[in-house]
């Protein structure tokens, strides 16, 4: 089993930057991929950045440019450097890790961190 905690959400104003962070504890030999999921109200999940073990990364069009993923692969650490941050980045942004094995399909999930861009 793995378990995800983030950390570093909050509110700040447009224009300003933030840093999600997310720890694995658990199994760390499973995790595959790790991301970065947000949901706003209203919407559904959506992928905003992933990055597999090799250190390929993959962003959503709307936060290419001014988001930035990072992992460390000892530490079973993944983070978000969030900057430029709009109104329309408000949303619970949940960390998520994939098992490399295929062994849990739903990945494993965080709790969430609440981030709100609001003047």
């Known amino acids: 089993q793995v378990q995800l905690a983030e950390s570093g959400g909050g509110l700040v104003q447009p224009g300003g930057s933030l840093r999600l962070s997310c720890a694995a504890s658990?199994?760390?030999?499973?995790?595959?991929?790790m991301g970065w999921y947000r949901q706003a109200p209203g919407k559904d999940c959506e992928l905003v950045a992933e990055?597999?073990?090799?250190?390929?990364?993959n962003y959503a069009d709307s936060v290419k440019g001014r988001f930035t993923i990072s992992r460390d692969i000892a530490k079973s650490t993944v983070s978000l450097q969030m900057n430029s941050l709009k109104p329309e980045d408000t949303a619970v942004y949940y960390c998520?890790?994939?098992?490399?094995?295929?062994?849990?399909?739903?990945?494993?999930w965080g709790q969430g961190t609440q981030v709100t861009v609001s003047s």
């Open positions: 990055v597999t073990r090799g250190g390929s990364t």
């Open positions: 998520k890790a994939a098992n490399r094995f295929g062994a849990s399909p739903g990945g494993y």
């Open positions: 658990g199994n760390f030999f499973v995790i595959g991929a």
